[in-house]
């Protein structure tokens, strides 16, 4: 942690950064206070409380300040955890694909029963990269992968009955609820759900923490509120960026793409704006003690990131610090130079990063990500299969530079 505690790059986003005094928490509702033995194989405290009403999804809803969680609400370990079968409705493209993947082997390292049911045909192109090349990695560990339309999985999966049930692949009920329904009538006890931080609306007080308001109108949001409504036990999980080897999606890549071959990276705007990227073993780490606990996760929203923020400039320096080069940015105005933010720079112009707070204390979570060191490893990867030698074309960064005057590589 002595890196971490160094990086000039990375700044802490406790609720220590703001002022708590000045931060409105949500309004009292009355709870219900469940007694466990000690026996129960939910294994965190003896106590739960446990809210009736769906406070993640009020769009009036307020900042949850650090201690509104009671102490009761976090479970601590106790005996052997009760041995659960999951199905992981996996989506076959995207950043969320690596979540599926690195949740199923956790699960079975940990003594569950796995089904993947992953969208799509197993023979179809997407399934040439990863993490859908690694599946061997669940097979081979004890758990089953399987193909098709989610829509279907009464079909597919006939018969057969779960205990869990993770939705990785829905953006909006009509994807979403034909599996919440069928899960619902098979008996299924826990439904889990891969949201989305960027539901929340912009803040003028970040980080983005549970109970912040959301976009009404967001396909996230309609889901969280119809598994809500349908499911005793149900949680949902807001990721933002990850990083992780298996995804399909560039994140770091982006980075390394352009200092391995002396480009400038340009970022746009000042570079100091704030984001959360997370190692996705952290997002499955959060996912498992859900299952493994299912009556304190009940009825939850919990952002599903790192504890930590880091600058857009910072990111930069620490993917060069990785790959032991140095690196020129060059920063700029997307208006100014006329292109789109989204299609020239991967993460968003804007101050973007929410914490932790929930799992932290109902779940007893925390975070392992370590950026400094986390993205040696994905250097060494990135070298390892050949992408530092690929040809490449940065047709959009040098527009940019040419508006810039700035002069292009060779």
């Not at 940990?110 to 993490?131: A, I, N, Q, Y």
């Amino acid at each position: 942690m002595a890196a971490l505690a160094s990086s000039s790059s990375l700044l802490h986003s406790s609720s220590s950064s703001f002022n708590s005094s000045s931060t409105p928490s949500i309004s009292p509702v009355s709870r219900i206070s469940l007694k466990f033995p000690s026996s129960s194989s939910s294994s965190l405290s003896s106590s739960l409380s446990i809210s009736p009403s769906f406070l993640g999804f009020s769009l009036n809803s307020r900042r949850v300040s650090p201690n509104s969680y009671s102490s009761t609400t976090v479970v601590q370990a106790s005996g052997a955890v009760e041995k659960k079968k999951v199905l992981i409705v996996n989506t076959n493209s995207g950043g969320h694909a690596v979540i599926g993947f690195y949740f199923a082997k956790e699960l079975l390292g940990s003594g569950h029963d796995v089904t993947v049911l992953t969208v799509g045909e197993e023979s179809s192109d997407k399934m040439k990269k990863t993490p859908f090349t690694r599946f061997s990695e669940i097979t081979s560990a004890g758990g089953r992968t399987v193909w098709g339309n989610p829509a279907d999985v009464g079909k597919i999966l006939e018969g057969e009955v779960f205990d869990a049930v993770l939705d990785n692949n829905g953006k909006d009920l009509d994807s979403v609820s034909p599996v919440a329904d069928w899960a619902k009538s098979s008996g299924v006890k826990q439904f889990l759900f891969i949201s989305s931080a960027g539901i929340y609306k912009p803040t003028d007080e970040p980080p983005h923490v549970e109970g912040d308001a959301v976009k009404a109108d967001a396909g996230h949001v309609l889901v969280e509120k119809y598994i809500s409504e349908i499911f005793g036990s149900w949680a949902s999980f807001r990721p933002q960026y990850m990083i992780g080897s298996g995804n399909n999606k560039d994140c770091e890549e982006w980075f390394f793409d352009r200092i391995v071959r002396g480009r400038p990276v340009l970022i746009p705007g000042s570079g100091m704006q704030l984001t959360n990227i997370s190692h996705v073993r952290d997002l499955s780490s959060m996912l498992t003690l859900a299952v493994q606990n299912p009556a304190a996760a009940s009825g939850h929203i919990f952002n599903c990131v790192s504890d930590r923020a880091v600058t857009l400039d910072g990111m930069a320096r620490l993917c060069a610090k990785a790959a032991g080069s140095s690196v020129e940015i060059v920063h700029y105005d997307p208006k100014a130079v006329g292109v789109d933010a989204k299609k020239a720079f991967p993460f968003r112009n804007m101050h973007f990063y929410a914490e932790p707070r929930a799992a932290n204390e109902i779940l007893g979570w925390s975070a392992t990500t370590n950026l400094p060191e986390d993205l040696k490893e994905r250097y060494e990867e990135y070298v390892k299969i050949g992408r530092d030698k690929k040809e490449m074309k940065f047709e959009l960064d040098d527009k940019i530079l040419e508006s810039l005057k700035v002069p292009v590589a060779a």
